[in-house]
C-alpha cells in the first residue's frame, strides 16, 4: 500500500518505554499514577499508559470521558474548571457508572455545583484546584478564607472529595535543579492546601498533583495520593528543550513527502503545514528554536540543523536555522522525512489516528484511532 502524507506515526516501542519511565518515577514513591488522556485521545495508547496499573484517567473533556468510559474506564477527574452548562452530562456520566469527579477554584461555582446537586438529589465529587505556581488557575494555599469559602458553599450538597494543582509553570524551568524547585513547589502547595481544609475538620481523600516536568522530576511525594501527567507517553520538543527528555525520546513524528528542491534558496518543500504540524511555536522561547518542527530521516534521526522554518496550511518551508551553514541533505521529489512535534498534544489532534511505524521496514503497519471533539 502506497503511504499517504502528511500522516502522524507512533513508534510503540518508544511509547511502552516513556510509560515505564513514568510508572517507575511515581510508582516507586507510594503514589497512584493517573495519566491524562488528553495527550492522545485513544484507548490503545490509554491501554499502554494503565499497562498493569489502576485504571485511573484525567480527561480534559466530556467527550473523552463518555469515550473512556464506553471502555470500561470509570475512574476519572475532568481536569478543567466546570462550568454549569457541562453538568447535566456530569450527572448523566455519573448515573451511566462513572466516578467523574469535577474541578473548581471559586465561590460562584461551587454555588452552581450545589444547586445543581439539590435540584438533583445526587452527590458529585468535587476537586478545589489549587494554584501552587501562580501558574494560571486555582486558589492559593495561603488564601485560607477563599479555599473555607469554596468548602463551605459546597456543604453537604457536593462531595469535596480533595485537592489537585498542576506545576504548568515548570515549562519555564531551564534546569534540572529548576525543574526539581517546580516539583517542590506543586508538592509543597497541594500538601499545605490540603491540610488547611482539614484543619477544618473536613476529610480529603485526594491530593493530586501533575505535571510531566515535575512528575518526573519529585524528590518527595510525601502527602500526595496521585499524580497525573500526559505528556510523557510521547513526549516532544518542549520537553526535550527543558531538559526532561532527548528528541530520540519521541514517540511520534509528521511522516511527508517531499514536493519541491530548491537549492538556490537553500531550502525544501514538504506537505506538512500547519494543519499537520499544528501552529504550536513552544520552543520559539527555548535556547534552540525548533521553528514548526525537527527534520529526521526515516529512522528518526535529525537531519543537523534542519527545521520546518515556516508554514503555510498545506505547505511546510525546511530551511537550515538562522546562522547555520548545514547543508541540504541529498533529498528529491517524492522521499519521506519525519517531523518531530514542538508540542505532542497539539500536533495529535491535527490528525484522527496514528500509523504504526514499523522501524526495521521503514512503513507504517496499522492504524490506532483517537477521537476529537468537547
Known sequence: MTV???ALILDIEKLRANAARMRNAVTRQGAVLRPHVK???SIDVARVLLDDGPPAITV??????????????RDQIYGVGITPNKLDRVFAL???????KIILDNVEAAQAVAAACRMRGARV???????SDGHRGGVRPDQVDQLVAIADTLGRDADLRGVLTHAGGSYDARSEAELRAYARMERDGAVAAATRLRETGRRLDIVSIGSTPTALFAEDLSGITEVRAGVYGFFDL?????????PSDIAISVLSSVIAVQRDKRQFLIDAGWMAL?????TSAHPIDQGYGLVCDLRGYPYGDLIVASANQEHG?????????AELPDLHVGDLVRILPNHACATSAQHGGYGLWDPQSETIRGQWPRIQGW
Do not use: W, Y
Request: net charge negative; glycine share 8%.
Open 4 to 6: 499517504q502524507t502528511p
Open 39 to 41: 495527550t492522545t485521545k
Open 60 to 73: 480534559s473533556t466530556l467527550r473523552e470521558a463518555e469515550f473512556f468510559l464506553s471502555h470500561g474506564l
Open 94 to 100: 455519573r448515573e451511566q457508572g462513572a466516578d467523574l
Open 125 to 131: 465529587p468535587v476537586l478545589i484546584e489549587v494554584d
Open 238 to 246: 518542549v520537553m526535550a528543550g527543558i531538559g526532561v527528555c532527548d
Open 278 to 282: 499544528s501552529r504550536d511555536r513552544g
Open 317 to 325: 518551508v525546511v530551511r537550515p536555522r538562522n546562522a547555520s551553514d
